[in-house]
């Protein structure tokens, strides 16, 4: 199924004690001279939080930079909808928090399987990050007396939460899309809009170029430069149902796997236990309901099965709150991937609600009674808002139905400390690489992670490459882009002149239920080993009954889909292939032949303590893994407890 | 629940490429579930013309939760259709009664030319903001967040600006297409909280500069914006956005 390499992957991480890394790494750091950034390019691959961010402070270095984006601004990537908020430690409620403590938090709601040096880094800085927001007209939530404020968040036990409402994500993301925009009209950052990325020039080894379709009118051009810095997010997608945006795709990010860069930890995936259910077979995208809902809201099941009562008629007593049951010390607030699987549990047991059975309950009552509708308004309202017009239900009056959905892809092209992947040049940042979360994210750090790798890492480390690359131009007529050019075009030839029979979306639908159902919530051997011939045979069926209708030389949103599909359908095989591979039960990834007698993950920290990068050798081909061993010089992996 | 559907005609704007001519066709769906959300209605109507050999109605989206401001959509002569503080993607079939031809259109105004059947180009607000919609703070000059108090209540002012999620939706109802809902949503956010202030006047001379360059039209005041506005700003901006102007044209240091 695949082989091991001998190797063992160097993550780059400096010597010295943990504090110190960081500050001693950026000393150590070469230097590009001011007078010189001008002179070195830099493409900038998707434009949310990590990309924007990243784009727009590498523009007020003074480099050169090209920004890509596939919608038609870059203020509407995905990061947009993030919800609920971005932690830092300032530790503002004096509730005791610091930097060790969200460190600690971090590694330890990823389940000991993210890099130490990277999750303490991303706790560093993450206050200037608020600090930076602030300075560009962010408008946090603030106190009275004009303070920021902050809420609590899952997996934590103080109020390090900032937020803007329930729109911190945009408010974050305009923050640095306005930030980009001022690069823009400075000349140092040019945008391109409506492109998306279908291949990576590699020229001697090094991450030089891209091939891009111009969406609006189906051109494709080939653009150079001396780095790449890839922000692409998740693969979530690949589920077909998620919260991710319809257009969240794999594509970049597998291009630059099939040419050589490794694909780590995939098989790390979010469910995130706060979303509305499916209703039809219709359904396009679930709608998540932010996690900061669990501040308020009480999660519960009827204590008897088939209980059809409306929920107000169902006495206390006969309530199965069952987060604050198994959970005592976190209740309501216990992370996603063990709040996804309590869930699970109480629905397979036949306790769920709704017509599906595919239902929980979210429940205000006790709040709205404690503080009143127009508290929990001002804090939810947007949310309550929404749920009402997706479900036609009234939140305030009757509980949310709510239920897991795939939210975010923990797993990425791999990193060394640098944010560099094994191909130099090739840098990836935010929800694209693997680095920060390990094998389960807490929440409002997502944000953090972003704007940490665009702000506050890559202006540094990107100077360090340049300074010593020494490769020249590359010119866009030169034989590794013609090559990556021709690659694209015959690949939209062939995927234009299939003319089978199925839609795209059959095809993405299809490969979701079949990903969702056995790699999804709950993973066995059994049922992972009879999904891969299956995403085999469904792949090959793509490739010969696949109807795209239309032509390239035009906006064409079929073709955009169909090179998605045909991308995740690669991915997909990845995916199961490591959650095989991986004989443990850790976060987000539950094989359910690993677990404690509560049905608690159940880690293997002798054989899996470590990050498993894929290397790919042809589609259908057993991949190579490359190894990362976790070193833990600082915390001692142990079982997660939440109770 | 109930399993409700609904037959409808759909007139929908079909245009092949920026310079094609375009029109109306007519599309009949039946057993559409009151349910979906009116861009998975459209999702049916189009795997439906892809097995029928046709290619799909062109339409912009992507978050499908109201908040990317990529969904447009002209619905029976109203941006984002009839449901107030609602996006497209967000506006659900049980809205409609059965029988209904429902007519669906690109965002109609010059700035923002068709690219294909129900997708525009809105790239004039990219260049709005270019023009002053920031605060000129390089990454890694922030003071600690809390050294300048921001009153709770100026911050929420800022945020119900802030919240404009850049679809269009204004420019589109308004009969002039003009921008000056978007311009001032930002104008009044930044120039509100105290970050904004150094450059207070010349964002608010250069957003207004570049909004006539790109050949919005002038506000008269009729609030077509305000109520087509999926994200609720207030027209109390555009208010702001004048008064904004005004100083800046007498007191500015130009």
């Not at chain 1, 060790?100 to 999750?119: C, H, P, Q, S």
């Not at chain 1, 007209?137 to 968040?153: H, I, K, M, Q």
């Not at chain 1, 929990?376 to 309202?381: E, F, T």
Request: hydrophobic fraction near 35%.
């Amino acid at each position: 199924m695949f082989r091991v390499a001998s190797d063992t992957l160097n993550s780059r991480v400096p010597a010295g004690p943990l504090e110190q890394k960081w500050d001693k790494h950026r000393f150590n750091l070469k230097l590009v001279n001011p007078a010189n950034k001008r002179k070195y390019s830099v493409i900038v691959v998707g434009t949310g939080l990590a990309g924007g961010s990243a784009a727009a402070s590498l523009g007020e270095l003074g480099y050169s930079v090209k920004a890509f984006c596939f919608q038609d601004s870059p203020r509407r990537a995905h990061s947009i909808a993030a919800q609920g908020g971005i932690n830092a430690a300032k530790n503002y409620p004096n509730d005791g928090d610091s930097i060790w403590r969200l460190f600690y938090d971090t590694i330890k709601g990823g389940d000991y399987r993210a890099r130490e040096a990277n999750v303490y880094r991303l706790a560093q800085v993450a206050n200037n990050i608020i600090d930076q927001c602030v300075a560009q007209g962010v408008p946090f939530a603030r106190e009275y007396g004009g303070t920021l404020a902050n809420r609590s968040f899952g997996g934590a036990q103080l109020s390090r939460t900032f937020y803007c409402r329930g729109q911190t994500g945009q408010q974050l993301l305009l923050g640095a899309y306005q930030a980009l925009m001022r690069q823009v009209s400075t000349g140092r950052v040019k945008m391109f809009a409506r492109r998306e990325m279908l291949e990576l020039i590699v020229s001697n080894g090094a991450a030089r170029g891209i091939v891009v379709r111009n969406l609006e009118n189906g051109k494709l051009e080939v653009h150079t430069a001396d780095a790449v810095v890839l922000c692409t997010g998740g693969y979530g997608n690949v589920y077909y149902l998620s919260t991710n945006a319809k257009g969240c795709n794999v594509t970049a990010s597998w291009r630059c796997h099939r040419r050589g860069a490794y694909f780590a930890n995939p098989c790390y995936t979010q469910i995130h236990p706060t979303c509305i259910p499916v209703s039809g077979d219709y359904q396009s995208k679930l709608t998540l309901m932010s996690e900061s809902l669990r501040n308020d809201g009480r999660v519960w099941v009827p204590k008897n099965k088939g209980d059809h009562r409306a929920p107000g008629q169902i006495p206390d007593e006969e309530r199965d709150y069952y987060l604050e049951r198994r959970y005592p010390s976190f209740g309501n607030l216990a992370p996603r991937d063990i709040s996804s699987r309590a869930a699970k549990e109480r629905t397979d047991a036949g306790y769920g609600v709704g017509e599906s059975g595919l239902a929980v309950f979210l429940d205000f009552r006790d709040a709205i009674a404690r503080d009143g509708e127009d508290v929990v308004r001002k804090k939810y309202g947007n949310l309550f808002h929404m749920y009402e017009k997706i479900t036609a239900e009234n939140p305030y009056k009757v509980p949310m139905r709510i239920y897991p959905a795939v939210h975010y892809t923990m797993g990425g092209l791999w990193v060394d400390y640098n944010l560099m992947s094994n191909l130099p040049g090739l840098y990836v940042l935010g929800e694209a690489n693997f680095s920060d979360h390990g094998a389960n994210r807490l929440g409002a750090s997502a944000l953090m992670q972003g704007l940490s790798d665009g702000y506050f890492v890559i202006p540094y480390t990107i100077g360090d490459y340049l300074a010593g690359a020494k490769h020249g131009k590359l010119a866009e007529d030169a034989p590794e882009c013609r090559a990556a050019l021709q690659d694209a075009e015959a690949r939209i030839t062939k995927l234009l002149s299939v003319n089978g029979r199925r839609t795209v979306d059959s095809f993405h639908r299809e490969l979701g239920l079949l990903m969702w159902d056995y790699c999804g919530m709950a993973r066995t051997k059994s049922g992972l080993e009879a999904t891969i011939p299956r995403i085999r045979a469904l792949r090959e069926e793509f490739w010969t009954n696949v109807r795209v209708p239309g032509e390239s030389g035009t906006l064409n949103q079929s073709l955009e889909k169909a090179g998605r599909v045909a991308d995740f359908m690669e991915f997909a095989e990845l995916l199961a292939v490591d959650a095989l591979h991986r004989n443990e039960s850790c976060g987000g990834h539950f094989r359910e032949e690993y677990q404690t007698e509560d049905g608690e993950a159940a880690r293997d920290d002798e054989n899996y303590s470590y990050v498993a990068a894929w290397e790919f050798q042809g589609a259908g081909n057993e991949p190579v893994l490359h190894r990362e061993p976790l070193v833990f010089e600082n915390v001692k992996p142990s079982t997660r407890s939440y109770k | 629940m109930s399993s409700d559907t609904l037959n409808l005609t759909l007139r929908v704007w079909r245009q092949a490429g920026p310079d094609k001519p375009g029109g109306f066709c007519d599309y009949q769906l039946d057993g559409v579930s009151t349910h979906m959300s009116f861009l998975e209605m459209l999702d049916v109507l189009n795997e439906k013309l892809i097995a029928a050999g046709d290619e799909p109605v062109a339409f912009d989206h992507d978050c499908r939760e109201g908040i990317c401001g990529m969904c447009s959509l002209m619905i029976n002569g109203q941006a984002h259709g009839p449901d107030r503080g609602t996006t497209t993607c967000q506006l659900h079939m049980r809205r409609f009664a059965s029988g209904e031809t429902i007519t669906i259109e690109p965002w109609r105004a010059t700035p923002f030319p068709v690219v294909r059947d129900l997708v525009v180009n809105r790239s004039a607000f990219d260049r709005i903001i270019q023009s002053g919609g920031f605060v000129s703070v390089n990454t890694g000059n922030a003071p600690d967040g809390n050294s300048v108090p921001v009153p709770g209540n100026r911050q929420e002012v800022a945020m119900d600006a802030a919240a404009c999620i850049g679809c269009g939706a204004c420019v589109a109802a308004c009969k002039n297409a003009s921008a000056m809902l978007f311009v001032s949503a930002k104008v009044s956010q930044l120039s509100i909280l105290p970050q904004g202030q150094p450059e207070r006047s010349a964002r608010v001379l250069g957003m207004v500069a570049q909004m006539d360059k790109e050949g919005f039209g002038s506000c008269t005041n009729t609030s077509e914006c305000e109520a087509a506005c999926p994200a609720e700003v207030s027209v109390s901006h555009i208010a702001r956005l004048n008064r904004e102007y005004m100083k800046a044209l007498v007191f500015a240091d130009r």
